[in-house]
């Protein structure tokens, strides 16, 4: 184990900052890299064929099916499953690629693809409906190997905007909610957005509550609408997570894992985190045992 959990980048060469690559090739080339954890600052669109392996993404196992999608949102830690074989297609993109208006930002922040509100991130289809999912990738694919031109971006976006939209689609008609529209997701929506950039910093609701521009009561009417949780349990699972990511995935001390969440007095950290987990008869070194988190093969 390391340090930090890595975490990887665009290719700041790329022409636009959108990829297909074969799931195939790409786990035969960097499998030593791709079985550790690691976060990634682009969404990922798995597009899987025939296979059928685990992967793991934030302690979370998830048994992919064949020709199923898999959506997994950007800064997430995820790790591949070594001992199984990965085929089908990967889709990556970042923000500046396809959010070029405040709508495009809006569809993403309020897509139950990417969105981890949806407790399920895949969608099983039958093979006749996946390949018009395959045919997009193709799609993507050869108009990316074209010369660059003004069209272009214009057109890979248009067909990666396509692949979303039917995606939801079919995700609907299995039954899954879309979230409704309105001030309550927007303000939880922003919440999430400003917690995430400042959780190490900021842990009162009041924080968040006076950079929205509202009040502690209304954001709380707002989350419990939306995600059926409090601020501040919202916040207090956005330190849980990452906790658990650097207790799990690296070798940083206890008192190192509190000075990177922004607390200075690590007595202090381990009666938070003991807190949280209600279970204060337990070493906090005990954690990977107490939740049965997978093992990494490192």
């Not at 392996?53 to 196992?61: I, K, L, M, S």
């Not at 690629?97 to 405040?102: A, H, P, W």
């Not at 045919?135 to 248009?158: Q, S, T, W, Y």
């Not at 939880?188 to 509202?214: G, H, P, Q, W």
């Amino acid at each position: 184990m390391t340090k930090e959990i890595k975490k990887l980048r665009f290719k700041p060469s790329e022409d636009l900052q959108i990829e297909v690559i074969s799931l195939n090739q790409l786990v035969q080339a960097n499998i030593e890299q791709m079985k550790h954890p690691h976060r990634v600052d682009f969404y990922h669109i798995y597009l899987f064929t025939s296979c059928h392996p685990t992967h793991y993404v934030d302690f979370e196992p998830i048994s992919v099916e064949p020709y199923s999608l898999l959506f997994i949102d950007k800064d997430r830690v995820h790790y591949f499953d070594p001992n199984q074989p990965y085929d089908g297609f990967l889709i990556i993109f970042t923000d500046e690629f396809f959010c070029t208006s405040q709508q495009d930002i809006n569809l993403l922040r309020s897509s139950i693809l990417f969105n981890s509100i949806v407790d399920q991130p895949t969608v099983k289809l039958e093979k006749i409906d996946f390949e018009k999912y395959a045919n997009l990738c193709r799609h993507i694919l050869e108009e990316l190997n074209l010369p660059a031109d003004k069209a272009k971006p214009i057109i890979v976006k248009n067909l990666l905007h396509n692949l979303l939209l039917l995606a939801e689609r079919d995700k609907l008609k299995q039954g899954f909610t879309k979230v409704k529209k309105g001030a309550d997701l927007d303000y939880t929506m922003l919440f999430r957005d400003l917690l995430e950039t400042n959780f190490t910093k900021l842990k009162s609701v009041n924080d968040y509550a006076k950079m929205i521009c509202i009040s502690e009561k209304r954001l709380g009417q707002a989350t419990a609408k939306i995600l059926g949780k409090s601020p501040k349990e919202i916040i207090n699972d956005r330190i849980l997570l990452e906790a658990k990511r650097l207790l799990v995935h690296t070798h940083l001390s206890i008192k190192e894992i509190g000075q990177n969440l922004g607390f200075e007095d690590p007595a202090y950290f381990i009666r938070y985190f003991k807190k949280i987990l209600k279970l204060p008869q337990y070493p906090l070194e005990n954690l990977f045992q107490i939740n049965n988190f997978p093992k990494v093969p490192y």
